[in-house]
């Protein structure tokens, strides 16, 4: 009797010690048995220090807002015959989400799904690229966030004009690429409504971009570089021509500035690849779908120069400028 007591009581321990040890366990250990790990696709035009920024900004609004993520992460490396090879792969691994980070990437996976959400940054015209059909109401499984700041081309237009005298201005680009060309037209016609002229070199690859610079010798007294990706991926080679002969080089954004362009009215492609991903938080989270969500634009210009470029230009800056320098 007294051994069948004893076993009811070590039982009776057992099964309280079980429940205790189920209760004692934390309210985030619980939460993270039932949380979905996404599955995120994610294609990048190349590797550039802009769209890698961008790209780390998304990562960080996702951990932010404690999604938790697995990267499919693939790079076409500059090659567009890439493109759709990539997007067909993160189709086929069945990915929760695309991000889309550049203009020819966001093409290449909308043209293979319809029905996966993309987020896309680092695309400078989303409707003449035919990925949305507005701004403010986007309409199909697409959307996300702008790199054209509505007053950067006119404020750089203003400047190489009103502050460096310039006359005409080279550009170098790749007119392949739709998004430097809606850029260019857009630059054409506001030079040429303040009297500057454009003088344009177009290049297919990056191992293109120093001769095409060097045939504006010349023909021109200043360079402005847009986001093109083909130019940016092989910045130096413009970089070393402009110095060279002392032609102050105006560029798109602030990665530019940092590797040696004169300046830029531009923000930080981490802040556009952040915006993105908190985009991306709501799709996931079923809060919202693409269709609902209007692409986005830069929130702050902001006006940063390169010093050292500044210095061997024998620039004076002025206060009125509200210049910074970058880092």
Known sequence: MKKKIAFIL??????????????????????????????????QIVEHPSLNAAYDGFKKALEDAGIDAEYEEQNAQNDNSQNTTIANNLVSAGVDLIFANSTPSAQAVASVTKDIPIVFTSVTDAVSAELVQSMEQPGGNVTGTVDTQPDAIPSTVAFLKDELGAKNVGMVFNSGEINSRAQVD???EQMSAVGLNVVEASVSTSAEVKQATESLLGKVDSLYIITDNTVVSALESVISVANDNKLPMMVGEFDSVKRGGLGAYGFEYYDIGYEAGQMAVKILNGESTPADLPVQFPQNLRFVLNKETVDLLGIEVKDEWKAEFAE
């Open 186 to 188: 857009l630059v054409k």
């Open 10 to 43: 070590l039982a009776a321990v057992l099964f309280l010690a079980a429940c205790g040890g189920e209760s004692e366990k934390s309210p985030e250990a619980n939460a993270k048995e039932g949380t979905k790990t996404f599955k995120i696709g994610v294609t």
